[in-house]
């Protein structure tokens, strides 16, 4: 990584990751269908990064939930682990 450069990790691994979605390809398809904002802006493909401190609106049905990201993670772990990963700002 080059000086300047902040890490950074697929939208849809993370949303698996932080176990938003069930799996990674329900989590691109949510993506693909414009479910997922990162900063207010629409994502519109699953490769789309996402970086700490980024704060994420997530639908998930009829649910609306807005997080903000407080770490990458290196991998799908137990729910608990994964609540480390962000921060819930809103939830309706």
């Known amino acids: ?19 938003f979605f069930k799996s990674r390809s329900i989590a691109a398809q949510a993506v693909s269908a414009g ?32 997080a903000q990201l407080l770490a990458l993670g290196a991998r799908r772990g137990p729910a608990a ?3 480390t990963l962000y921060l819930i700002l809103d939830e309706s």
């Open 81 to 83: 682990e994964a609540q």
């Open 35 to 66: 479910r997922v904002r990162v900063n207010g802006r629409k994502l519109s493909r699953a490769s789309a990064s996402v970086r700490v401190g980024d704060v994420l609106t997530v639908t998930i049905g009829r649910h609306v939930k807005v």
């Open 1 to 19: 990584m080059t000086p300047g450069q902040e890490p950074y990790l697929r939208a849809d691994k993370w949303l698996w990751y932080a176990r």
